[in-house]
Nanobody
Framework: VQLQAFGGGLVQAGGSLRVSCSASGRTFSTYGMGWFRQAPGKEREFVSSIGWNNNIYYADSVKGRFTISRDNAKNTVYLQMNSLKPEDTAVYYC????????????????WGKGTKVTVSS
């Protein structure tokens, strides 16, 4: 599975942005998918995940503002980000794992290259 994230950019605080992650391979629908982010000088952190059965989880910091979804027909997972804050500034990475996404990023099978999101105040 190869992952390609895109859709990052510069947005003002309070604005919205959607990042997407396209995956290669025929078994996309059987994988748990997720988003992590890494801000400058900080460790990578869990943002959100969606299982093959559409079970969804969010980090407390983004709950109510971000929405994860997937389109298995397009092999794509999305992260809609609303009410963005400067502290959301980070490189966002998508991840895929056959057995689901662990919040501590342990044992994840595949990572995509990140897409940078910058939120100006």
């Amino acid at each position: 599975v190869q992952l390609q994230a895109f859709g990052g950019g510069l947005v003002q605080a309070g604005g919205s942005l959607r990042v997407s992650c396209s995956a290669s391979g025929r078994t996309f629908s059987t994988y748990g998918m997720g988003w992590f982010r890494q801000a400058p000088g900080k460790e990578r952190e869990f943002v959100s995940s969606i299982g093959w059965n559409n079970n969804i989880y969010y980090a407390d910091s983004v709950k109510g503002r971000f929405t994860i979804s997937r389109d298995n027909a397009k092999n794509t997972v999305y992260l809609q980000m609303n009410s963005l804050k400067p502290e959301d500034t980070a490189v966002y990475y998508c991840a895929a794992d056959k057995y689901g996404i662990a919040r501590n990023a342990g044992g994840i099978d595949y990572w995509g290259k990140g897409t940078k999101v910058t939120v100006s105040s």
